[in-house]
């Protein structure tokens, strides 16, 4: 159940935003500590993307005044760049995301794309520019259709059919009685874990964004399932700028660069065989994961 505490005037001339925010982002960015209120600068103009490069210039951030988050991140994501942020729970890494989508504003340092500052530019462009898949794609209740063509207003139907092609959700929503119009959400269809995935990459191809911002499923899925959406992810994030705040590091080894978070700060970066050489914290979270891995085949058998 999302409850969304904000004043009703101002639900109600944003509506749309809050809809768009809630399908963007779902379980991701914890919709129950909704931010004050971002306002776009007077006359601020469009974002424009040339080639999608994300700056985070000595960002800080708190969610409350006495308690530091973020304490000065610095990380350049060149454009069409594939970076994955990992640490341990409460590290900081979902706020990075609600900070490049200016879910709120940081209190210390910038966050540029393009050399532009996100607060200088109208929060409806950078929306925009950024797809966010999250681990739990939410639905609306209405058909296939609509979930997948709420990517992009005035999407034609081979533009939607070409999407969940891409998507390997085509063949499955034909299988169906009604096809693209079978009505799915809580008074629908429920679809798996892995098929909402798929609407939710479709519904993101549909969109088209320069840039990228995955939270990476879980154990929710089962392994030969989450395989096939991290090749379906893979394969959207070519050509595009992409992060990705990553859970299990077996599906970002072949980043170009793991960002290591620790108590808002970053500890280690480099590539997968770079940190295991290192020998440092990625290399010590690899092996524990690893380990663990190991075990639960081990059980399962
Ligand atoms: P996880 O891997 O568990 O998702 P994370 O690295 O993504 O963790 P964040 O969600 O960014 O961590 O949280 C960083 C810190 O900020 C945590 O200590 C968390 O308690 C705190 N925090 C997150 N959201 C809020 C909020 N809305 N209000 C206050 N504190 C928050």
Redesign the pocket.
């Given at each position: 159940m999302i409850q969304i505490t904000m004043p009703l005037g101002f639900l109600g001339t944003v509506y749309r935003e809050i809809r768009q925010a809630l399908v963007d982002m779902g379980e991701m960015f914890?919709l129950?500590?909704q931010?004050a209120e971002i306002e776009d600068k007077p006359g601020a103009p469009a974002l424009k993307v040339t080639g999608g490069e994300v700056c985070f210039d000595a960002v800080k951030f708190a969610?409350?005044p006495d308690?530091p988050?973020l304490k000065g991140i610095s990380l350049t994501v060149a454009a069409g760049q594939r970076v994955a942020?990992v640490?341990?729970?409460?590290?900081?890494?979902?706020?990075?995301?609600?900070l490049l989508f200016r879910f709120y504003d940081v209190t210390g340092g910038a966050i540029r794309i393009d050399g532009q500052d996100l607060r200088d530019v109208t929060q409806q462009s950078l929306h925009d520019a950024i797809g966010v898949v999250p681990q739990d794609t939410v639905l609306f209740n209405d058909t296939i259709r609509y979930n997948i063509a709420y990517g992009r207003a005035g999407a034609t139907e081979a533009e939607i059919v070409a999407a969940a092609r891409a998507a390997k959700i085509h063949d499955f929503v034909m299988s169906l009685p009604e096809g693209y119009e079978t009505a799915v959400g809580e008074r629908g269809l429920k679809l798996s874990g892995g098929e909402k995935q798929r609407v939710g990459i479709a519904r993101t191809l549909l969109k088209n964004p320069p840039i990228l911002l995955l939270d990476e499923a879980t154990s929710a899925l089962d392994t030969q399932t989450e395989r096939d959406i991290q090749d379906s992810l893979n394969a959207m994030g070519e050509g595009r700028t992409v992060i990705t705040?990553a859970?299990r590091l077996s599906t970002i080894a072949d980043a170009d660069r793991i960002v290591v978070?620790e108590k808002?700060k970053i500890v280690e970066e480099g590539t997968h065989e770079a940190l295991l050489a290192h020998g440092g914290r990625y290399a010590a979270m690899w092996a524990r994961q690893s380990s663990e891995d190991g075990e639960t085949e081990a059980s399962a058998a």
């Open positions: 914890d129950l500590h931010p969610y409350h308690r988050i942020l640490g341990p729970s409460g590290s900081g890494k979902s706020t990075i995301g609600r705040i859970h978070l808002g």
